[in-house]
Structures are given as C-alpha cells and as structure tokens.
C-alpha cells in the first residue's frame, strides 16, 4: 500500500462508506459520542500527520488524537519498539521492569536538572483525569486538609472528581451532589477579563484576589489541599497564563505551603516548545499531571511527578489496574529519544512560529477574528461577531465543517466553542504547516468580510 504523501480530498463528506460506518455507530454506540458529530467520516489508516478515510479521502490532522499523538501516526522507531515490547511482557501492574525502569529514567530525565532528584513517579490508570484524581489524593493526604482552589475556564477530565474541578458548567450540571470543597478563582484571560477590567489596566488583578483570599483570615476560604493550573488552558479555548500571574500563585502558595499542581495533560511532553510548559514560566510545580503524549502514539498512560516530601501514601493507598502498561512505557521512552535526536522541540518551536505569523497576518485581514494565540504547536483562533461582541460559535462550526471538506481537521473550544484550535503532531512540516494556514485562509476569507 503506497505511502500518504498529502491532503486529497475525492468525495463528498462524509463519503457513501463514512456514512454507512457513522450510521451503524449511531444506531449502536452511546449518545455520549461527540468527534463523530462534527468530524463525520470513518478512518481506514493514518500515517505521520496524515489520516485516510474509508472512501480515499486524505485529511492534515491538527487534532492528533485530542494531543495524544506527538509524534504523528505510527511512528516507525516507535512502532518497532511497541511490537517487540508485545512479544516480552505487556501488563505488569506495578512490579519493575526494565522496560517500565527505563520510562522512569526518561521521564525524570526531562525535568530540570534541580527537580530529577527529588521528585517521585506515581503510575495511575490510563487517562489524565485518573491523574487528576491521584494528585488531589495525594496533596490531601499530606496537607490533611480537604479544599481546592481551581480556575475559571479550566478542565481536568470528566471523572467525577476531575469534573468538579473543571470550569464547564454545562458538563457538570447533569451530576448531582459532585465532590465538595472546590472553589474557582478567575484566571488570567486578559482577552475576556474575568473580572471586567481592560488590559491596559490589569497588572494581574486575578493574582491579587487570589492571593488576598488566601491570606485573608476573614476571606470566607478554609486553607486548601491544593491549588490547581493549568498554564496553558486547552479545552478553555488556547489561553496561556500571564507570565506574571502564574509566578505570583507560585509564590503564594509557596509561602503558605499549598502544593501547587500544574496540569500538564494537553501542554505536556513538547507540545508548547519545551517538554513541560512550566518551564516558559520559571516555577517548579509540587505536582506535575501528565497523560496524552506520554507514550508519543496513543497507548494510555498517565503518571503524577511530585516532590518527595508529598510522598506519604501508605502502599496501595492509590493504584490501577492498567498502571502497568508496558507497551506505553516501551513507546514513551523511545519516544523521549526521538525527541531528543530529531529535534523535536525545535521543530514545534520554528512550526509554532510559522502558525503564528500567519494566523496574525489573518487576523488583521478578516474582521472577525479578534484573537489569535498559543503556545508551540497549541494554537487557538477566536472568533467574534465584530458588530455585536458576540461569540461567533456558528462560524466556527462553519470553518470546522468547511476545513474537513478541504482536508483539514481541526477542533474547537473555549467558550461556547468559538475558538478554531490546532494541536498537529509535532513532526509536523513546514509545508503542512503553510496547508492548514492556507485551508483557513480559504475558508474565513469565504465565510467573512474583510476588515474594514
């Protein structure tokens, strides 16, 4: 079968195949299914950045699996490391392995250099929100305290106790009696102040309220187990944490013993143009969570780093049956080698750039954009109605659905799903990446009026 070598679109979509196959799941699977419904086609293969559907149509994926797949579709050293690692030892709980003692080694390797020697592993279940959940475990475990501090527009998982401490209204309001004792603070989106007050103004006063909160004996806030962030909000809609803000929390909650857990699932593992996104910002987290690219090619894996003074579980006190995937932690460790020989980081850095650049230049030509932002290959455009200020989640819909009909898949997010997001693999091309910016282009220069 010939290599995929680009984006080719042949059919209507979804094609007579696709349709049949989405038919049969609707009839079959859970109402819950949501890509389906706004990426309607089958998939019969996937190479690199690329994915084919069962009718011969082509598609430039910048969903990557939700950011599982850093190192696109099947990876050839990866997937060479996954099929011996099939034939020795696949599921080992958590008893060592040398496979599972060279992912450690790797992982830890990638921190900076003054966190590699005081900092635990913890293997959870597959997901990120199972990551989640065992971070908010242990940092109540250690404090003895029961409270956690999030933020507004933020999301952890849809687990019952990562979902509560997710800013999605919608997703939570269906669940009665959610876990307790999560208070949201407002993050720094300067774009669509939470608190109302213009930019220009600001200094950051969501770090301000958070910390006199905090230190206020009179401010209504039991001290909490935990603060946790996210410095890049996906989900959220692409909104990078202000510099600033983010130290400040640092601080506080450093001075008043808070661990603070940053929540590296999506930014984790290259995808903002360092291995960790807290690195961009000068702190050192008590708690990192990270899932989705651990292993570079979607097996499940997620895994909390923590300092070793929180390390005072009792044994078993957190565990997972699937904790012990040797086939991802065969593939993560390669993948972290790949990384490291190829460039990898570089190449999200220099893409990144590129994705930048044209996306501003769109920006100032096409009136409904009022935002482009990001971090690395975790890029959002937000989409405004520039009469009325109202957010333009029909035309992001739109440009999503006429994207995919020209080879382009995208996501969306933020609020009310106005924001157009891009997460491709981090091989991605300079020539792909110019594909995707020219499939936007097209398609907001059709659906929109230029700027006046």
Known sequence: ?????????????????????????????????SYPRRLPFAVARAEGSLIEDVDGNVFLDCLAGAGVLSLGHGHPDLVAVAEKQLKTFVHGLDLPTETKD????????????????????????????????????????????????????????????????????EQKSPIANGMPGVHFFPYSSCHDCPLGIRPDVCETNCATYLEKSLEDP?????????????????????????????????????????????DEVQTGCGRTGTWFAFEQYGIEPDVIVASKALSGMGLPAAVIMYHERLDTWAPGAHSGTFRGNQLAFATGAEAVRVVRRDGILQNVRDRGDQLMARLNSLRERCSWVSDVRGRGLMLGIELTDPETGARGSALAKQVQSEALAQGLILELGGRDDCVVRLLPPLVLTEAEADFAADVLDRVLDRLTPPRA
Do not use: W
Not at 9 to 30: C, F, H, M, V, Y
């Open 218 to 262: 009179n401010g209504g806030i039991a001290k909490p187990a935990a603060v946790i962030l996210e410095l890049v909000q996906g989900e959220g809609g692409v909104i990078p944490a202000q510099f600033d803000f983010v130290r400040r929390v640092r601080e506080v909650t450093r001075e008043l013993d808070i661990p603070l857990i940053v």
């Open 102 to 169: 060279d992912f450690t080694q790797q992982q830890l390797g990638m921190l900076p250099e003054s966190m590699q020697r005081t900092t635990r592993i913890q293997f959870c279940g597959p997901t990120g929100a199972n990551a989640v959940d065992a971070a908010i475990k242990l940092c109540k475990t250690y404090t003895g305290r029961g409270d956690i501090i999030s933020f507004q527009g933020g999301f952890h998982g849809s687990t019952h106790a990562a979902m509560a401490l997710t800013g999605l209204v």
């Open 1 to 33: 079968m010939p290599s995929l070598t680009q984006p080719r679109i042949s059919t209507e979509i979804p094609g007579p195949r696709s349709t049949e196959l989405l038919k049969r799941q609707a009839d079959r699977e859970s109402n819950a299914r």
